[in-house]
């Protein structure tokens, strides 16, 4: 996920310093029987605030294996990690965003974790990492797309406000976008986010697409995108997505950042547990209503998974590393990290001890709703090369191609890649 999704409580953070950007822990001097760390969190203050807190501790407890934390802009991280594979050079531990995971596995960056078993059955799904039945991450924390709505503009147009148990259908969903499409105070009905880049597409449309009855791959095997990305359910879903445009109803060109829903230009937006304390800051907690994903038929979906933890292949201290993964997944820094970025812990135990989740708090409904729709990404080594793929394809979608010699190039594709690297099968 992009830097201004997860960083949406500290927004100074995006405007750190150079220096910053390759700060170290103040541990530099690690022993030879240290430990080094590589973080995308370069430009992130909170966030690295929270490892750089969590290093010093576990340093202080085990002098002889101190953690090096080295930081990187998110920009430039994954590059970082492939030319240090390629020179054998990869830290001892290192991020990686969830759905790249099963592909730097199966090239050979990733051992598989050794964490005790308690504390992997104790995190969320979305928040561990497996590919083959093996365990290679585990992140501290997730948060949920949802639709975030005006609640005086939903009494107007005489909307029924959903539940986890009852979601918008798609009839519903339809037909209320065309009364606030109609409202006099607003330009479109719904900014559907589609200035954002790259895996926001995915992560925010494809769980649409499998709503419909549709997907990006089989899942079974993961050996083909046929009849998935391009059966009559994915046609389908490319239509009504294009016609959100279209007929007017979503702007294809909409303000960056959400900010069409915070200037009164739109009254409902899709977007994430990222813009919910700021929609309550410009309008007021009772006007702002947050709402869960659309059930198009086949069930309502959001996109699952956030940044992780694993260990290098070539860590020459894996218990060391794994150690450190352990230590720094204790319920005081998932608060922590919670607390200063505003995502939710991925232990539950944890969930309590924040400020922002919990029965009554202002972004619990976030954390329901992640917990009962959300569904991860393909847990294959394609899935950059699908990314990138369906990325392409639904920004053709909505600029007008036709959906469903779009979607069968896009089949084409995402099989050929497969088949020249064998399937993906393990090394």
Excluded at 139 to 153: E, H, I, Q
Excluded at 303 to 309: H, N
Excluded at 384 to 398: M, P, T
């Amino acid at each position: 996920m992009l830097i201004n999704r997860r960083s949406f409580i500290g927004a100074g953070a995006l405007a750190a310093s150079a220096t910053a950007l390759a700060a170290c822990s103040s541990q530099q001097g690690a022993s030879s029987g240290g430990i080094t760390l590589w973080t995308h969190n370069g430009g992130n203050t909170e966030e690295l605030a929270v490892v750089n807190k969590a290093v010093e501790a576990f340093n202080a407890a085990n002098p002889k294996t101190t953690v090096t934390v080295k930081s990187f802009p998110q920009a430039s991280y994954n590059d970082a990690i492939a030319s240090a594979a390629a020179a054998g050079d990869l830290p001892d531990i290192l991020d990686l965003d969830g759905p790249i995971m099963p592909n730097w596995a199966w090239a050979g960056y990733l051992a598989p974790l050794t964490i005790s078993k308690d504390l992997e059955g104790s995190i969320i799904d979305s928040a561990k990492g497996y590919w083959n039945d093996t365990l290679y991450s585990v992140g501290p924390y997730d948060t949920s797309l949802c639709f975030l709505g005006r609640k005086s503009a939903l009494d107007a147009a005489g909307a029924r406000i959903p539940t986890i148990d009852k979601p918008w259908t798609k009839d519903e969903f339809d037909a209320l976008l065309k009364k606030l499409a109609e409202l006099p105070d607003y330009s479109y009905a719904i900014d559907m986010g589609v200035w954002d880049t790259a895996e926001w597409w995915p992560y925010a449309y494809a769980p649409m697409l499998q709503s419909f009855g549709g997907d990006l791959i089989n899942r079974d095997d993961f050996s083909t995108a046929e009849g998935f990305l391009n059966s009559a359910e994915a046609v389908a879903w490319g239509t009504w997505f294009r016609s959100l445009f279209a007929d007017g109803l979503a702007s294809e060109t909409p303000a960056t950042d959400g900010q069409d829903f915070l200037q009164s230009k739109v009254p409902m937006v899709y977007t994430g547990g990222w813009k919910v304390l700021q929609a309550q800051e410009a309008f007021g907690a009772e006007e702002v209503v947050i709402l869960p994903p659309v059930d198009f038929g086949k069930g309502a979906h959001v996109g699952g998974g956030s940044w992780q933890w694993g260990v290098s292949a070539t860590s020459k201290n894996p218990e060391a590393a794994n150690k450190f993964i352990e230590f720094l997944m204790q319920d005081d820094y998932l608060v922590e990290y919670s607390n200063a970025i505003g995502t939710y812990p991925s232990v539950d135990s944890a969930i309590s001890g924040t400020k922002n989740y919990g029965e009554g708090k202002p972004l619990e409904p976030v954390h329901q709703i992640g917990k009962a729709f959300a569904l991860l990404r393909p847990a294959t080594p394609g899935y950059k090369v699908i990314s990138s793929i369906f990325d392409k394809a639904a920004h053709d979608i909505v600029s007008g191609a036709d959906v469903k010699k779009t979607l069968d190039q896009a089949v084409k594709d995402i099989d050929a890649d497969i088949a020249s690297n064998n399937g993906y099968k393990a090394k």
